[in-house]
């Protein structure tokens, strides 16, 4: 039985997640995958370290962002132990991340839309704007 690229597992999940809070869950996990990614593959092309560790920051802010949202769950989804494309090469590494952090933005824009509370939009909207910042870094 083949098994799903992580990046794609990753992706589905948040693409059919239907309720804010498993928005917000996914987006959670779909920010670390993503620091764990960038954080991985700076070395292979010095001249994108700069731009993959502020990738990594960005998730950070992300993911830190998502923790102030009322409706994220106490217990997101299993923390990734090794980011996503494990074994691409930088250039392959950055498609993922982009095409990631599109639907992280996509479904967090959306997300805030649809916010009942404060807390939620606030999360949901600076959620968006750091996936948006990872998108214009790796976006060729």
Same mark, same amino acid.
């Given at each position: 039985m083949n ?8 992706r589905d999940? /948040?693409?059919?997640?239907a309720? $804010? +809070?498993?928005? /917000?869950?996914?987006? %959670?996990d =779909? %920010?670390? +995958?993503?620091?764990?990614?960038a ?8 001249? $994108?370290?700069?731009?993959f560790?502020? !990738?990594?920051?960005? =998730?950070?802010?992300?993911?830190? =962002? /998502?923790? !102030?949202a009322?409706l ?12 996503l ?7 392959? +590494? ?10 992280? *933005?996509?479904? $967090?824009?959306?997300?805030?839309a /649809? =916010? ?16 948006? *910042? !990872?998108?214009?870094?790796m976006?060729?």
């Amino acid at each position: 039985m083949n098994e799903m690229p992580p990046e794609r597992g990753t992706r589905d999940r /948040l693409e059919q997640a239907a309720s $804010l +809070a498993e928005v /917000l869950a996914a987006g %959670f996990d =779909a %920010f670390e +995958a993503i620091r764990i990614t960038a954080r991985h593959h700076p070395d292979q092309i010095p001249a $994108l370290f700069a731009a993959f560790m502020t !990738i990594a920051d960005a =998730a950070v802010d992300g993911r830190e =962002a /998502l923790t !102030i949202a009322p409706l994220l769950p106490h217990a997101v989804g299993a923390k990734p132990s090794a980011g996503l494309a494990a074994d691409a090469d930088t250039a392959q +590494a950055a498609d993922v991340l982009a095409a990631l952090a599109t639907v992280l *933005r996509d479904r $967090l824009t959306d997300a805030a839309a /649809l =916010a009942d509370t404060p807390g939620d939009q606030a999360a949901c909207q600076d959620t968006a704007h750091a996936a948006a *910042r !990872i998108c214009q870094l790796m976006t060729r």
